[in-house]
């Protein structure tokens, strides 16, 4: 009797086509990911492919369309629930073009990412998309575009670079949180980032080099201005990038002459830690301090009271990036842009107006 192992093996593109009653190119387009069919037809095909146990060969793949069916992405922090949420959604947009995508971890570190997108590019992938660590730091990006490899920026702008950014409404995001507290009679907020302290304090919002930060901070200090109140930038503190330095961030702000009353964290997982430090110094929200998060993570809905949040609608934003990718990768014909992504303001229980 013929192994059954063997006989999946030896399905070939012939014997999904007959089974769909396609031709055989047709079959090819579908299985590989390439070309146009209509959705009946590739619906079709994938539903042959799929009863039969088909497994595509890999190397003859890449021999005959010279690409790798593999693409490459880089992200800031795979711990932080905003990425890896942006990765399935990209995983999952890359799965249904039929592409297979390897992921790697910067750590929010330059030279992290300079050698995953250079281990990425060893591997042949057919296109990156990559979240910058620093946007001014774009040698290696510059590199990647004359290499003729697609690419895509996540989360993260830099328009010298002249390729597609698939990023949130951060200013926007900013400037709603912001008015909701001063609109509840809060005067005395700070923003706090995981984004590490490069020394001294914030002069120049321009200065910043994460362009999703630096556009967060300035629709938090634009708010502030706008209501009048003295001093924005001292009201910005990076360095939150861990329990012990977000306690050390959250004591000395609530040790000044004019502590604040509200918060608003950066992302989750500084969040997560402002909630954790306020705590343990037997605050409670929002009697004492208010607080709103960036990202709709599991475990703003489950603490008490449940927190508020910007929905960033993240994994959008990962299909989108995805999407844009493949469109590149098959040379669809598009301009460079910045697709914004729109966030939304979810109100819960960690704002009240200031002591209340």
Same mark, same amino acid.
């Given at each position: ?6 006989s999946?093996?030896?399905?070939t ?7 769909a009653?396609?031709s ?22 994938m539903?042959?492919a ?8 890999e190397l ?24 890896s949420?942006?990765?399935?959604g ?6 249904l ?7 790697a ?9 300079k ?9 042949r992938?057919?296109g990156?998309?990559v979240t910058?660590?620093?946007? /001014?730091g ?16 996540? /989360?993260?702008?830099i ?5 597609d ?7 926007d ?8 507290m001063?609109?509840?009679g ?8 995981a984004m590490d ?7 120049d919002?321009g ?31 990076f ?7 977000? /306690? ?30 306020l ?10 301090v ?6 709709d993570?599991d475990?703003t ?5 449940p ?15 995805g ?8 040379r669809?014909p598009?301009?460079?842009e ?14 009240a107006?200031?002591?209340?």
């Amino acid at each position: 009797m013929e192994d059954s192992a063997a006989s999946k093996r030896s399905v070939t593109v012939a014997d999904v086509a007959k089974a769909a009653k396609v031709s055989k190119a047709t079959a090819a387009r579908v299985l590989g990911g390439y070309g146009v069919v209509s959705d009946e037809i590739k619906d079709r095909v994938m539903a042959a492919a799929a009863a039969l146990e088909y497994r595509p060969n890999e190397l003859a793949r890449s021999m005959s369309t010279g690409r790798s069916g593999i693409i490459g992405v880089v992200v800031g922090d795979i711990e932080n629930a905003f990425f890896s949420l942006a990765v399935r959604g990209i995983s999952d947009a890359a799965r249904l073009a039929g592409y297979n995508v390897i992921i790697a971890n910067s750590g929010e570190k330059l030279d992290a990412e300079k050698s995953a997108v250079d281990l990425l590019i060893g591997k042949r992938v057919d296109g990156l998309i990559v979240t910058p660590a620093r946007c /001014d730091g774009m040698g290696h990006l510059q590199d990647v575009r004359r290499a003729g490899v697609p690419l895509v920026l996540f /989360d993260r702008s830099i328009p010298e670079l002249g390729v597609d950014a698939v990023t949130g409404d951060d200013r926007d995001a900013a400037i709603t949180a912001t008015r909701y507290m001063v609109d509840q009679g809060h005067r005395h907020l700070a923003y706090v980032s995981a984004m590490d302290d490069e020394g001294g304090g914030l002069i120049d919002t321009g200065r910043i080099s994460n362009s999703a930060v630096r556009e967060r901070v300035e629709g938090f200090v634009s708010v502030l201005k706008e209501a009048g109140l003295p001093h924005p930038l001292h009201s910005v503190r990076f360095g939150a990038t861990d329990q012990q330095q977000t /306690d050390s961030v959250v004591r000395r702000l609530l040790s000044e002459a004019s502590p604040p009353t509200a918060l608003l964290a950066s992302d989750s997982l500084v969040g997560l830690r402002i909630f954790r430090s306020l705590q343990s110094l037997g605050l409670s929200i929002p009697r004492d301090v208010s607080m709103i998060s960036f990202l709709d993570a599991d475990w703003t809905s489950v603490t008490v009271p449940p927190i508020t949040v910007i929905d960033q609608h993240v994994y959008d934003m990962g299909k989108l990036a995805g999407e844009r990718l493949v469109a590149r990768i098959e040379r669809t014909p598009l301009a460079a842009e910045r697709l914004r992504v729109g966030t939304s303001l979810v109100v819960r229980g960690s704002v009240a107006a200031p002591g209340g």
